[in-house]
C-alpha cells in the first residue's frame, strides 16, 4: 500500500511524505482517530517508504514485499496480549529497540491500540518516547487519544485522523459491492466512518435484520410487558452482536429526533424507513426522545462495565417502549 | 544524524533557559552559589515544563569541570557526556521501568563507590512515581543519610502518588505551568533560530495549543512546521490545529441563547461535514459562555480571559441578554458533555444531544424576582381596594371627556396606558424573553395608536439594541399585534434623573421595595412589645433587620 492508494487523508499523506523528504520525520507520531479509518494503513505505508529500496514504497522491491507480509526485520508491531498491552511486552519491545536496525535506515515500531496500554506499561515507556535511540521511528495508534496518559501524548507529535465523509464510503460502497443507493447510504451511515465497519461482516445485520429490530421495537407498547422481556431475552443473547443492535436502535430514535428539530430528510440515517420515523415522530416529544437517547448512551456505557446484558436490555426496553 | 524533533533540539542547557520557572531556577543557583546543596531534589509539575531539563542541567552544574558553577559551561566533558546520556557519574535512572525493590538494592551497592571523575556521583530517577512502595521504602534509609559524594535528583509528574517519608527527605520544587506569553516568546527565538517566517498570531495559536507545557507547544509547532515548511502561513496553522471558526461558535451560541434548536443543530451538522473535532469544539464553546460568565460577574474581565478587544466586546454584548442562571447552568451541562464526549461511542450525537437539550432549556427564574413577584400579587390581594372597582373604571374613562385635550402634550401615561404597558411586555417576555427584559428596562413615553414611544436613559446601549432593524421589525411586529393595529416603535433618550416620565418596570419594582421596607419599620416601630421594651429599658430604636426573605 502506497499512500496514493490510501482513500482521503490528504492533510496527513502531505505532513508525512513532506516530513520524510525533507528529512523532519520525527521520532515519535501519535495517530489518532476512529477505528477503520486507515491509521495502520498510513503507518505501513510511511514504514514502507522509509525502507524501500527505491525510497517510494514502491511495493514490489524486497523491503516493500516484507513489510506487506510483516516479517520485515526492522518492523516491530506492539499489540495488545489479551485485554491490554503489558509492562513485559513494553520491556522487551524495548530491548529490541536497544539494538541498531538490522537492513533499513531506522527501526520502526507501530503500538497498536496504544490506549491499551496499562498504567505502567505507558510510564515505561515514556523514557524511550522522549529519547530513543537516533535511529528510531515509534507510531502509536489509538481511536482514544485522551485514554492515554497526558504524559504520552506531550512527547509524541500528534496527527489526527478524521471519519472519513458518508459520501465517500457510500461511493466504495455502491462501486465495490453494487448495492442501491438507499442501501449503501444506510451502511455509510451506520459505519460512522469507518470503512471497517461499513465492509464488515454485519452487512446482512445493518440491512435487512435492523428493519425487523426497527419493527419489533416501536411495535412494543408500555402496556404489555411480555413482549418487551421476550425481546430483551432476544438481542441479549448475542453478546458480539449487542452492541451493533444499540447503535441502530440510536440511529433511528437520532432520526425522529432530527425529524422533530425539523431537519430534512437528507439528515436521516434510515432513508428506507422514513414513514415509520415520521410516525414515531408524532407520539414523542424533544425531552422525551432526549430521555430515551441517555438511556441508550447509558446502558451502552454499562454494557462496557459488565453488567448483567439481559437485565439490562429489560430495563433498556422498558423506558423505550415507555 | 536524524533529525530531532524541536522539543529535544531545543532543551534548555542553562538555567536561565528554564522558561517561566525562575522561582527553581534562582533558587538552586543561589544554592550553588552559597555552597549550601541538598542531597535530595524532588522536582514536580505537569507534562513539558522543565523538569527532566531542569534535573540535568543541575547536575551539569554539580559537576562541571570549571568547579561548582550556576553556569555550566556545556564544553567540558562531563558536561558534553551529561548531554548525550552517557556519564560515568551522572546515572539517569527510568523510573518507570525500574520499579522494583531489587533495582533499588542494585542503587544502594553502587552508591557506595566514590565518583570516577567528578566531584559527585548523581542518581536522576525520573517517572518516580512507579517505583512500588517497597522500592521506596528500600530507599529510605539511603535518602536520609546518603554519602556525601552522592546527591538525588527525583522527577515526576504525579507527586502524590509519592510517600510522605520521601516527600520529607527531599527538597521539593513545584514546577509551574508556563503561561501563555512565556511560551510564544520562546517560540519567536526557536523560529528566529531556525529562520523560520511565522506571524504572532500563529505562533500564539500553537503556543495556546500547548496549555501550559512547552514540550506539547513543541510538538504541535513541529507538526505545523511538517505541514508548511519553512514559510508558515497562518491559515494553514487555523486548519491543521482545527480551529473552529470563530463565526461558527457565535452562531451557535446565539442559536443556544436563543432558544433555536434547529440552528445549533445545523451547527453541529457544519462542525461534523469540516471535520472538525467535537471534543474541541465543545471546549470552545464552553470557554465562550465561561468568558460570558466572566463578564456578567466581574468589571474588567480582559485581565482573566485571554481574548483580544473585539471578541470581548462581542462576549459582553452576548452576555448582556443572558441571565446569570442561564449561562451557569449552560456551563455545568457543557461540562458534563465534555465528560462523555471523551468515552463515548457515538461523540456526533452525544453533540447534538447536549446542544438540543440547551437550546430547549426552559428559562430559569431567578428567585429573588420570584418572591417579589409573588410579595406584589399579595399586596395587591391585601391592600388594593376591592377589584370589583376596575370594571366600572374601564367604561368610565371613554365617558370622561374633558381631561384629555387638557395635558395633549405630557408625556406622563395613565394608568390605564401603564397596565397595557405590562400587558406589552408580559407578552413579549412570552415570545421572546430577552427583548422582554429590553422593554422592562425603558419607560414607556407614549402609548398612542400608531405610535409607541419607549425612553432610554442617555447612553444606555439598550438604545442601539432596539434601533437594530430585525429587531425593531419583530417587535413592531408583536406590538402591532397586541394593540390590534398598526405600531410604529420610536426609541428616544430621557434624563434618568427626570422625574415627570413614566417609570420603567423595573424601577417600579425597586420603589416598591423600597416601599415594604418603609413599611416594615413603621410596623416594628409601632409593635406593642417593642414599645414595652423601650418602656422599661429607655433604649432607641438603631436599625430595623427584616428577619424573613419572603413576605410581609
Redesign the interface.
Known sequence: MTFDQILGHD?QK???S??LA??????AYLFSGPDGVGKRLMALALARAIVCHEQRGCGNCLACRKIDHQNHPDLHLLEPDGNSIKIEQV?SF?KDLHLKPLEAS?KICLIEEADSMTV?AA?????TL??PR??TLLILLTA?P??LL??I????????F??H?NSRIQAQLEKQLGIDSTESHVLAALS?GSFKKAFGKDRELYLDKRRKLLKTLTGLSPGSILPILDFAEQISADKTVL?DIL?IF?AFY?DV??IL???GDN?LVNLDLKEKIHRVSGREN??SI?AK??AL?EV??QLDRNVNRQLAMEVLLLKLAA | MAYLVLARKWRPQYFADLIGQEHVSQTLANAIRSGRIHHAFLFTGARGVGKTSAARILAKALNCETGLTDQPCNTCSSCTEITSGQGMDVIEIDGASNTGVDDVRELRENIRYMPSRSRFKIFIIDEVHMLSTNAFNALLKTLEEPPEHAKFIFATTEPHKIPITILSRCQRFDFRKIPLAKVAVRLREISTAEELTISDRSLGLIARQGEGSMRDALSTFDQVLAFSGDQVEDEAVQTLLGMVDRRLLLDTVEAILQRDSRRALESAHRVDQLGLALRRFTQDLLEMFRGMVICKVVDEPAELLDMVGDELKVLKLLAEDASLEDLQRIVTLLMKTQLELVNSNSPLLALEMSLVRLATLAPSQDLGKLISHIESLERRLTSAPLPTYRPQAVPKAPAAEPPPPKKPEAPVATTTDSKRWQGLVDMVKQSRPMLGSVLEHGRPLKLEAPILDVGYPKGSFMIGQLQEDDIRHDLEALATEYFGTTIKLKVSMVDAEAQDAPKSLVETRQEEETDRMRRLREDAVEHPALKAVQDVFGGRIKKVIPIDKGFV
Open positions: 492533510r502531505e505532513i508525512l513532506r516530513s525533507s528529512g523532519r520525520l520525527a521520532h520491556r524495548q531506522r505502567g510510564n515505561a515507556l515514556l523514557k522522549e529519547e537516533g535511529d482514544h485522551n485514554r497526558e504524559t501524548r506531550s512527547r509524541c507529535q500528534p496527527l489526527p478524521t471519519r465523509p460512522e452492541p447503535e440510536q437520532r429526533m432530527m428539530q425539523g431537519r439528515h424533544i425531552a432526549l437517547l441517555e448512551i451502552r456505557r
